[in-house]
Structure formats: structure tokens, C-alpha cells
Nanobody, 128 residues
Framework: QLQLVQSGGGLVDPGGSLRLSCTAS????????VGWFRQAPGKQREAVSC????????WYIDPVKGRFTISRDNAKTTVHLQMDNLKPEDTAVYYC?????????????????????WGNGTLVTVSA
């Protein structure tokens, strides 16, 4: 049974960087698309980024384009979200999630209702 173990996050100054990791436990990310959501205080959960397995196509929401980079390791056990030039509005709990059909991300769509596994979340706080 696939489980997602998240690491990274924390407190950083505006303009700083953090890297989030999502590690597969009990299985690998082979043939699975993986991505990230975030939920800021008082706001709805939103998709942030995803990466396919088939050809490592990536997708990002507009506010993070050019600042965040998603990647996956060759062993297909870990997906990273490198977050640079962080802004206070990036403050949120970040969740990794999977689409075992590897369907949505290749269609530039990453809906929460389409995910089949979730990490427990990690807090990112951007504040001076």
C-alpha cells in the first residue's frame, strides 16, 4: 500500500528558498503522477504543481511559475518541490498527492478530487 511521507518546510524570510520532498513508502512512483497542493489559512486548497511519470511533463499554477520547480528522482521514490524567491502569500500547508492513472497532469489539470493518495502536509511560513 503506497504511503506518502513528506519532509521539508519551515520558516523562511521573504525571498528565501525551501525544498519540500515527498517520498513513497510501500511502493514507488513508477507509472504515477505526483504533485502538490497547498492550503493557506482561511482559504480553499489549491493545486500548485505536478509532474507526470510518462515523460516528466510538468505543470504549475501561474503565481509560482518561474519560482517553483518540481522534479522526481531516477529511482522514482521521491518528488521534490524547490521553492525559490518565496513570498508571504506562499504561506500554507503543502500536501503531496498522487494520480495513479498518470492522467490529469499531462492534461494540465490537477484536481484534488482526482487524487488517490495524500501526504500528511507540511507547513511553509514565509515571514520576516
Amino acid at each position: 500500500q503506497l504511503q506518502l511521507v513528506q519532509s521539508g518546510g519551515g520558516l523562511v524570510d521573504p525571498g528565501g528558498s525551501l525544498r519540500l520532498s515527498c517520498t513513497a513508502s510501500g511502493a514507488t512512483f513508477d507509472y504515477i503522477a505526483v504533485g502538490w497542493f497547498r492550503q493557506a489559512p482561511g482559504k480553499q486548497r489549491e493545486a500548485v504543481s505536478c509532474i507526470t511519470d510518462s515523460d516528466e511533463t510538468t505543470w504549475y499554477i501561474d503565481p509560482v511559475k518561474g519560482r517553483f520547480t518540481i522534479s522526481r528522482d531516477n529511482a522514482k521514490t521521491t518528488v521534490h518541490l524547490q521553492m525559490d524567491n518565496l513570498k508571504p502569500e506562499d504561506t500554507a500547508v503543502y500536501y503531496c498527492a498522487t494520480d495513479s492513472a498518470d492522467y490529469y497532469c499531462s492534461n494540465n489539470y490537477w484536481p484534488a478530487e482526482g487524487m488517490d493518495h495524500w501526504g500528511n502536509g507540511t507547513l511553509v511560513t514565509v515571514s520576516a
